[in-house]
């Protein structure tokens, strides 16, 4: 049987983000791909499209724009290398937008904290974003199959996916508009997939404690036995 223990390393986004994301602060997007994969038909990243995509983005709304890409972007495809300065080259040639392009080596709990809605690729990063307790959007190519772990939650059942850069144009602006139809389905993701309680009450470093006494506990037995 599997015992859940939390996440803890994302246990301090969680006790701060409480409020509601639109009370927290203004709209801040952090966008978060994913690399593209040891095979191709495993990559799921948007890295192609992320200037193009963000640009559209911060000129439409009008919204503060941060990006962390993964460290191993580049690794199979080193045309995606250079990803992150051309980003930034991109968006710094736009008039009143404000952008941060973060260190691959940045933590992302850290910069969880920083903005309130993300945009991210198929990967593990989604279950971290559900921490901050904001809109999410995820990327899912057209062009190939998704494969994931079963799981009980489709990333359709508590975030927006999209497309294309105009589909994710649309959900950004119904979401900003009040229409964040999917913030209760988001809390029963977080619950499900984080253990809230048992990461906010460090579940994880109570059943290491209590392993390191059963071990002490079987050692002093075994030495009196040999005794």
């Not at 999917?182 to 460090?202: C, F, G, H, Q, W």
Request: proline share 4%; with cysteine.
């Amino acid at each position: 049987s599997f015992v859940k223990v939390g996440r803890p390393s994302i246990a301090n986004v969680l006790q701060q983000n409480n409020l509601p994301w639109h009370e927290r602060m203004e709209p801040r997007v952090l966008y978060l791909p994913t690399w593209e994969g040891v095979y191709e038909e495993n990559n799921y990243s948007s890295v192609r499209l992320s200037a193009a995509m963000l640009s559209e983005v911060a000129q439409r709304f009008g919204l503060h724009i941060s990006a962390k890409f993964h460290p191993s972007t580049g690794k199979r495809d080193p045309t995606l290398l250079q990803a992150p300065k051309y980003l930034g080259e991109e968006l710094s040639q736009l008039l009143n937008v404000s952008y941060t392009v973060h260190d691959k080596a940045d933590s992302i709990p850290d910069l969880l904290l920083t903005a309130n809605i993300f945009i991210c690729d198929v990967s593990a990063v989604v279950s971290e974003c559900i921490s901050a307790n904001g809109p999410i959007f995820v990327y899912i190519p057209k062009d190939r199959t998704i494969v994931v772990s079963n799981s009980d939650m489709a990333y359709e059942d508590y975030a927006y996916t999209f497309s294309s850069i105009d589909e994710l144009c649309e959900r950004i602006e119904d979401v900003l508009n009040g229409n964040d139809y999917l913030a209760e389905k988001r809390k029963l993701a977080m619950d499900y997939i984080l253990s809230v309680n048992n990461t906010i009450n460090n579940e994880f470093s109570r059943k290491l404690q209590e392993a390191s006494l059963k071990d002490t506990l079987q050692e002093n037995i075994r030495e009196k036995i040999i005794q």
